[in-house]
């Protein structure tokens, strides 16, 4: 009888096998559009029949269109409460700038938002430039201030700004706070805990327990944005970690860049963090509080493009896609982790074949080591073709920017990675102006001066087990 039934359930597993491999074998077929990533599932799934089904059950699955339709389905009642800008033309200002005519087109086609006028962008190196200034606006608010952000740890940095949170909360400002759910888990307590037990309005984005963080692992609000009075804003790639502040000699130093936003496009920045609070808190911002009148403040024309599985998916691809090929002299990226789609390396390459000059300047040191090592086997696509590849000495720098013929520029939250550029929710700015640029390429030139050029010869002359491991990790990258 003990015989029979271990028989019976090696047939019923050997069933289960073939029922789980034929239901995600199928999945892949009927489902995937992206031709590498249904050959990296079907390879796992034959190869590794139950376990391999399980892990595409649970991370390859696209669920992004379906929690896109409830987070927009929870966040339209706020869209119809805030009046965004007249749609402007910004070259009938800037009749300069009509080379890039075409590249405002296809951006205000995009994005969903408008271009503004008369903006002042200001970049803040560091956290010692950027903490300090996010700080001292909080301490000026009279009446409200929202705050996102992926990380957001309650030491170091972090204990200040929640000292200045709670100072303004008890002067009567309106504070929200909002981080997301996989960013709090990087300190404990979780910072959402201590500005609750503050009297913080604060939520964490997308929360989940157990085996459904898994399944949502994937669906981060990766944005970085603070508004204060609806006035003043401020957004970029940096998380609120004592990380940053390289001035204190740090355990773990990271370099990055801010930026301090004023002018009409603050209500851009004020809108997405909207967005994302009635889907987390079911709570509307709207009226004067949050949206104050706008003056000119600068001279820059700019337009903030959303990205996320909702209805802005993969809208950062089809914008830096649409950046590299008006450019038409040079094109700058700076970008902690380099996993482009196949479309972007193409645009690069058709650039460089066209005379642009084309530079890359990407962490030596990453804090992900399996992405740099996939990173390298892409090298080899763009080098052929003449584009230049530079990798930043020091410490890791999580700097991300984008610059086309000095005169536009990008500037954000979006890594050029598959996790930025599909799977999480981004804010970036979109921005014309000489003088923007001009500062920006400026720093360019300076990570340049501190960075090595990747050549071929240093690629081929890598060990063997190098570039085994790299070829491992490409095989990864539809889930790095």
Known sequence: MIHYAHHLWNWLLIALDIVAVLLAFGHVIIKQKDSRAAAFWSVIIFFVPLAGACFYALFGINRLRRAGKQYLATATENKAAVVDAVPTDPFAAMPELETLRSLATSLSNLSRLEFTLGNQIEVLHSGDEAMPAMLEAIRAATKSVTLCSYIFEAKGIGAKFVEELVAAKERGVDIRVMVDDAGTRYAFPPITKILLARGIKAERFMPHRFILRLLTMNLRNHRKIMVVDGTIGFTGGMNIRQGNMLSEH????????????????????????????????????????????????????????????????????????????????????????????????????????????????TPKLNNIPPVRWAARTLYPLLLEKGVKIYEAEGPFDHSKFMTVDGLWSLIGSTNWDPRSLRLNFEFNLACFDEKLAERLDADFAAKLANSKEVTQEQLDAASLAVRLRDGVARMFIPVL
């Open 250 to 361: 740090p355990k773990n130093p990271v370099k990055d860049m801010h930026f301090r936003v004023q002018g009409p496009v603050v209500r851009q920045l004020q809108r997405a963090f909207a967005e994302d609070w009635a889907f987390c808190a079911d709570e509307i911002l709207q009226g004067d509080l949050w949206y104050p009148e706008l003056k000119p403040a600068g001279e820059v024309a700019a337009i903030g493009i959303p990205d996320g599985p909702d209805e802005d998916l993969e809208v950062m691809p089809k914008a830096i896609f649409a950046a590299i090929n008006a450019a038409r002299k040079q094109v700058r990226v700076m970008t902690p982790y380099f996993l482009p789609d196949p479309q972007i390396i193409w645009a690069l390459n058709l650039a460089r074949l066209r005379g642009v000059e084309v530079t890359l300047v």
